[in-house]
Every structure is written in structure tokens, then in C-alpha cells.
């Protein structure tokens, strides 16, 4: 059965927010689906490319107040862009990454265009830790560059990988990245007491930074690894360096988070560091 929704307000010529029933507010994005209409005429749900709803009222706004700001036609692009991500990635996106990818790729567009470029100081890190959206993210940022006639630096692919990641697990950006700016921290602590230098190519760094980022997942969510108290002995003896830096790291972590740290990481933190120390 066809539903028909009432224009509550006209952006452009291809969003429109309308009335639903059951959603209330609910935006409507289609090519051309704005034009020759205004407020209070009914529009079929079925004309929409794609609809969404913008719960979050400070999301709303921002998402109102960004469109003028941005060509229609790139309005369009980047909802096929999202399409594309959403069938790469195989599940539905978090609706804010509507707001969020739209004015991200609008300014990086913008930038490009100008010739300025920012570089990502965790581009190593994102790829690491999340390799698949990494991978469509690549596929976006080839896809703007042939459309919109630009070039965009590596660090691009990171930051449109992380807005995918945060659509995907429905975390925000700013958790993401706290969490990349201590995995950071800690990178610096070990080199520093280790005295080496760990490179980025390293597969036992990428196992690392996995590890911390996983540890680093089981304590915002208060999850255990359990104990194993004859491997702790064993590693406490033939690894001290090694065994005493997992300990400085844990600390760390628990400070920073603000939450305590199962003490089996300590474990599996040595082995990974012992490795890193073997193969410098």
C-alpha cells in the first residue's frame, strides 16, 4: 500500500522533510524531489531514493543548517556514496553518519580544490585496526575524485574510514578517536622504555595495536579474560623488561579510561611486547 506523507519543509530540490504517521519527522532524499513543491503538499513515500529519520534534534538542525551550505548535485552524490558503503559493508549505517560524511567530504572537496591538505596521524593505526572499512573507503575516495575532479591526500581514506567505522558500531567519532589518541600514548611509552623504534610495517606492531584496541574495547565494556597464573610466573621470569612495561601500560590505561583493566592483559600485553622487542 502506497504512503503518502505531508511536506513539512522543502531544503532543496532533492530533500524534503515530510510528516510520517508512525517516524513524525522524516527526511526524503531523490533526485528532483523537492522541485515545484512546498509545505503541506503530500508526497509519496516510494518517490524517495532513500529516507531517514534524524532523532536526535541537535543532528536535525545541524543536517538543516549544513544543505544550503552544499551543492544539490553533491547532495545526491554523497547519498550514492552512502549507498555504496552500506551494500560494501553489508548492514545498515547509523543515520548520523548522514551529517557527519556530508559536511566531512563537502569541506574535504572544498580543501582539495584549494590545495590544502591535512595530513592523519593514525592513517597506519585505521588501517589495522579496521581494514574493511578502510578498504571502502578507498573505494569512496576514488569515486569523489573521478566525479568531483579532485585530489585528495592518503589521510582522507582514515578519516572517511572512521566515519564508516562510527556508522557501522554506532560510536561516536570522539570515542573513536580517544580512544586512537592513548593507543598513541602507549605506542610512545613502549619505544620509549624499549628503545626502539616500531615500524609501521612491523605485523607485530599491527598485532599490537590490534590488542590494545581490543583491551582497550574489554574495559569500556567490563568484559574478563580470565586468569592464568602459571603463564604469569613464567613470563614474570623469563621476560621482566617486557613483563614490568605491560604493567606501566595497564596503569596507564586505567587512568586514562577511568576504568579498571583485567589484570590477565598484563599477559598477553608482554608476549606481544617480547615479540616486538625480538624482531626490532
Sequence with gaps: MEQILTIEKILNNNV????????????????????????????????????FLLKNETEKEQYVNLLPHIEENLIVFIHELLLFVEEQMGTELNEHIHVALTDHLAFAISRAKKDMQFSNPFLYEIEA??????????????????RMDVAFPEGEIGFIALHIHSAVTDKSLGDINRDHVLISKL????????????????????RLIQHLHRAIDRAHQGESIGEEKKLEEVLKKEYP????????????????????????????????????LHNS
Aim: hydrophobic fraction near 40%; aromatic fraction near 8%; charged fraction near 30%.
Design 187 to 206: 605506542i610512545d611509552i613502549i619505544e620509549e622504555n624499549l628503545v626502539i623504534h616500531v615500524g609501521k610495517d612491523n605485523i607485530n606492531y599491527h
Design 241 to 276: 623488561v617486557c613483563y614490568t612495561l605491560a604493567w606501566k601500560l595497564v596503569k596507564v590505561m586505567q587512568n586514562q579510561l577511568n576504568k579498571p583493566i583485567d589484570e590477565a592483559e598484563v599477559l598477553y600485553l608482554t608476549i606481544h611486547l617480547q615479540r616486538l
Design 129 to 146: 585496526l579496521y581494514p574493511k572499512e578502510y578498504q571502502v573507503a578507498k573505494g569512496v575516495v576514488k569515486k569523489v575524485e573521478k
Design 16 to 51: 524534503v522533510i515530510a510528516h510520517h504517521d508512525i517516524y513524525k519527522e522524516v527526511v526524503l532524499i531523490g533526485k528532483g524531489l523537492g522541485f515545484e513543491r512546498k509545505k503541506g503538499d503530500k508526497i509519496s513515500f516510494d518517490k524517495a531514493d532513500k529516507t
